[in-house]
């Protein structure tokens, strides 16, 4: 064998042997894009929370992963982005609770009536060992939950008259989410309710196949619902928060360290998007006045008394009933 044969032969082995290094660490270097779905409009502290966690695991993973946010239903309503990102054809949520409550039992805690004392009550619970139960309940499902985000008190609005006791909410057609607690928290108030996508609802009001909805003060005046419904009643009936969730099927192909860069950067915007939604919550609370809305208040307990058929019908397990207790001890 000649010096030079020899020496192409080495070089042609030695290639061999660093091909999968090489292989290996371009992987590893990959660009890591992701689509995340929100429904509100931009500018909502939800979609502007999903962008500080996408900003912040950009910054960590040195510019590897990248997030996308579709907001304003660019990619579908809530109903259809949950079983597109399920599926993994969308990476990442931003959705409410009511979207879950039929597939995972224990997203229907947070929604459950009167439930929280108060918002710092609900900031407690959420934050710890229960709102992690919570989440993890969605990963059988096809869904890693990632963290929650505010989503204030939810209030009655409608296009007809004040609600200042339960029976002005009598035979009232109100939307609510697609979800079989929302239907039952209704009847019990004595509602008609009407499950409705949120895209639809300002329509639905106009045309009066609707009298009302119920959500929070940016929700009425980001969807601009106020227009065609102008009574708001602050019942705060319901304080869940959102919750942001990743496809399990995109979660499982990142490196472990990219999946708790993802894990982090979400559970560090949750103080930031909740700075958000606070500064947002007044200023649309002022916007909707200014703009003729009539805002009351009401006596709640009669609400909260009705709601008890709505517990003994959602919390029959042992395990949601202890969770429930739990709730109401945390201090």
């Known amino acids: 064998m000649t010096p030079m044969l020899s020496r192409r032969r ?9 091909a999968p290094a090489l292989i290996g660490f371009k992987a590893s270097a990959q660009a890591i894009n992701l689509r995340s779905a929100d429904i509100h409009p931009d500018g909502y502290p939800t979609v502007e ?24 239903r660019q990619l579908g309503e809530e109903k259809d982005t949950l079983e597109q990102t399920r599926f993994g054809v969308i990476d990442l949520n931003r959705t409410n609770f009511a979207g879950l409550n039929n597939l995972v039992p224990e997203t229907v805690i947070p929604g459950l009536p009167f439930l929280f004392r108060d918002e710092k ?9 229960i709102g992690q139960e919570i989440l993890a309940g969605a990963e059988k499902h096809g869904l890693v939950g990632l963290c929650c985000y505010d989503s204030g008190a939810r209030s009655m609005y409608n296009r007809i008259r004040p609600i200042n006791e339960l029976a ?7 939307r609510v ?25 300002y329509s639905a009001l106009q045309t009066g196949v609707i009298d009302g909805a119920e959500n929070n003060y940016p929700t009425y005046q980001s969807q601009r619902h106020f227009e065609v419904s102008k009574f708001y009643s602050v019942t705060e009936h319901s304080m869940s928060p959102e919750i ?20 982090d950067a979400a559970r560090d915007s949750v103080p930031e998007m909740r700075k958000l939604w606070v500064a947002r919550s ?18 709640k307990s009669s609400f909260e008394r009705a709601m008890a058929p709505v517990y003994d019908q959602f919390v029959r397990d042992a395990r949601l009933k202890a969770m429930v207790q739990r709730i109401r001890e945390t201090a």
């Open 10 to 18: 080495a070089l042609l082995a030695a290639s061999a042997f660093a």
């Open 177 to 201: 989410q697609q979800s079989d607690l929302w239907l039952a928290m209704m009847r019990a108030l004595g509602a008609n309710p009407t499950p409705l996508p949120t895209g639809e609802v």
């Open 49 to 72: 929370g999903v962008k500080i966690m996408a900003k912040l695991a950009q910054e960590r993973s040195n510019g590897r992963i990248n997030i996308q946010v579709f907001h304003s």
């Open 168 to 174: 002005d909410m009598k035979g009232m057609k109100i």
């Open 282 to 299: 007044e200023a649309a609370r002022k916007d909707v006045i200014a703009s003729g809305s009539l805002i009351n208040t009401v006596d």
């Open 121 to 129: 009550h609900m900031h407690t619970v959420m934050d710890g060992a």
């Open 244 to 263: 942001l969730v990743m496809s399990k099927r995109s979660y499982d192909k990142l490196p472990k360290d990219m999946q708790t860069i993802l894990r």
